[in-house]
């Protein structure tokens, strides 16, 4: 029996078709096939998270950057990149309708105040690095453990103390990451080509990146490089992307990350931007 691409799994299963905020899943499904194999102790990981910076933007306050859902598609399971493409179109109609579906609490001397989440303050992640699921869960269970002894001491900030699962599993999850990819965000787009190009000079190819509204996320495969060039990698490239934004009069215009998500490609992000995904070129 021949085994079906996941493009072509997706069009004889008619899920092949743009559906609430995921307005290009054939660069979706482009991505997904990308993403390194699992093992049977790691997931692929999609969040759908408050933006915190878009709270400020709309409501005039900063909170925090806040996990309203969370899914792992572990690798023990038949065919989990289907099973990831499937849970990012859920999150993609979740999110299109996310202001009759979620709200913001902001905790005030008053009590709490309520703030609808219109799509623009929320995004659809994934993590282009498998995450071990066993640690990650290990960890939360311990957390939450930890939490519940801690509000029987003090049960009057038992609201406080006692630790969301869901939540906490995410921020696990990206912390108990392998390390496939490591990722260089550039917050603007008339210097993507220069860091590409330095890239470029020590990989000998143009990897795989992910546009953003200001610019884009170069994504490299750092668990692939040969001794020396990683030798050379690590030792010069952040100091020289660090120099580089310095010289630009923004230290965050370029930034090296090595835990991080990724806005999940093809499905809108920050309003009507669709981040597309390219792969490396070689």
């Given at each position: 029996m021949v085994e079906l691409s996941l493009v072509d799994t997706a069009r004889s299963l008619g899920v092949d078709r743009p559906i609430g905020a995921m307005a290009a899943p054939e660069n979706t499904i482009m991505f997904i096939e990308w993403l390194p194999d699992l093992e049977w102790f790691e997931a692929y990981a999609a969040l759908l998270l408050v933006r915190s910076k878009g709270l400020k933007e709309r409501y005039g306050f900063k909170g925090s950057d806040h996990c309203l859902r969370i899914d792992l598609v572990p690798g023990y399971l038949e065919d989990p990149r289907l099973r990831l493409y499937l849970v990012l179109r859920r999150m993609a109609v979740l999110a299109a309708e996310s202001d009759q579906l979620f709200l913001y609490g902001r905790h005030t001397d008053g009590?709490?105040?309520?703030?609808?989440?219109?799509?623009?303050?929320?995004?659809?992640?994934?993590?282009?690095?498998?995450?071990?699921?066993?640690?990650?869960?290990?960890?939360?269970?311990?957390?939450?453990?930890?939490?519940l002894y801690g509000a029987v001491l003090n049960p009057d900030k038992a609201g406080g103390i006692v630790r969301r699962l869901d939540v906490r599993l995410g921020a696990n999850a990206m912390r108990r990451a392998r390390h496939v990819y490591h990722m260089i965000d550039v917050d603007d787009r008339s210097l993507f080509r220069e860091?590409?190009?330095?890239?470029?000079?020590?990989?000998?190819?143009?990897?795989?990146?992910?546009?953003t509204p200001n610019g884009g996320h170069i994504l490299v495969w750092v668990s692939g490089l040969d001794r020396d060039t990683a030798k050379k990698w690590f030792s010069e490239v952040p100091m020289r992307l660090?120099?580089?934004?310095?010289?630009?009069?923004?230290?965050?215009?370029?930034?090296?990350?090595?835990?991080?998500?990724?806005?999940?490609?093809?499905?809108?992000?920050r309003g009507d931007f669709v981040p597309r995904f390219h792969p490396e070129e070689r």
């Open positions: 009590g709490v105040e309520w703030y609808r989440l219109p799509p623009p303050l929320v995004s659809v992640m994934v993590s282009p690095n498998p995450v071990n699921w066993v640690k990650a869960g290990t960890d939360t269970v311990r957390e939450f453990v930890d939490s860091v590409m190009d330095v890239v470029q000079e020590y990989l000998g190819y143009r990897p795989a990146y992910v546009t660090g120099e580089m934004a310095e010289s630009h009069g923004d230290p965050k215009v370029i930034e090296y990350k090595k835990v991080f998500q990724e806005p999940a490609p093809g499905i809108r992000y």
